[in-house]
């Protein structure tokens, strides 16, 4: 039986299970994984990964990719920039005349050999397409918060009305001023006597929503 995995090369301190099961060798999902696992897990620095097929019977390798770089700029040895040079030099190492390297700044200047079966991916596609996720996500959590949000506060404005009405006066939520004469004003929902807080924060949340569907529907 063959199992085929994806490796992710991390350069960071941040421990991570680097080599995952997959059912095939899925380049976009594997850049999306990458990506993921630098945003959630801290200290993690991934340069790039590779998909392998395993022989499960022995354990040997049937198949192995080239590496595919998350970014990168390939030079060839020994025409190459001053960050390359410093690299070789501080770290004593030398290449063959003729041998492609790549250069990464992750976020520090880094220097490999770059095979024919290497590749630089283009992780923009997938980035734009997790930032519409959790735009998508960020929209209904808004949606949820200012719907709860007019509840609470048509809520506290019923039992206003229902105080007054049954002549509960006791029952009103005020608060007092720092001011002269030290006056009572209305508390609502924990708002000082400062009704516009909730004008404000009405029309920036409405605001957020809008922006927020025009961007998507762009993207669509």
Not at 37 to 64: H, P
Not at 116 to 142: C, F, G, H, S, Y
Not at 162 to 169: F, G, K, M, P, V
Not at 190 to 195: I, K, S
């Amino acid at each position: 039986m063959t199992q085929s995995y994806v490796q992710y090369l991390n350069v960071g301190l941040g421990l991570i299970n680097n080599t995952e099961p997959v059912t095939e060798w899925n380049i976009d999902e594997a850049i999306e994984a990458a990506l993921l696992l630098e945003e959630n897990v801290d200290d993690v620095q991934i340069i790039g990964f590779r998909f392998y097929d395993i022989d499960t019977a022995n354990n040997n390798v049937l198949r192995r990719s080239g590496i595919y770089y998350l970014s990168g700029e390939v030079f060839v040895f020994p025409k190459v920039d001053q960050e390359v040079t410093n690299f070789l030099k501080n770290t004593n190492t030398d290449f063959e005349r003729g041998q492609q390297l790549i250069k990464i700044k992750k976020p520090f200047i880094l220097v490999y050999k770059y095979n024919e079966d290497d590749t630089i991916v283009n992780t923009e596609p997938i980035r734009a397409k997790i930032q519409a996720r959790k735009d998508e996500e960020r929209m209904v959590t808004l949606k949820t918060e200012l719907l709860q949000y007019k509840n609470d506060l048509l809520q506290e404005i019923k039992n206003l009305e229902e105080a007054i009405d049954n002549s509960t006066y006791h029952t009103i939520n005020l608060v007092e001023l720092d001011a002269p004469e030290n006056p009572k004003v209305l508390n609502i929902l924990n708002d000082n006597g400062n009704f516009s807080v909730h004008i404000e924060y009405l029309r920036n949340t409405r605001l957020e929503i809008l922006n927020l569907e025009k961007k998507l529907k762009e993207q669509a």
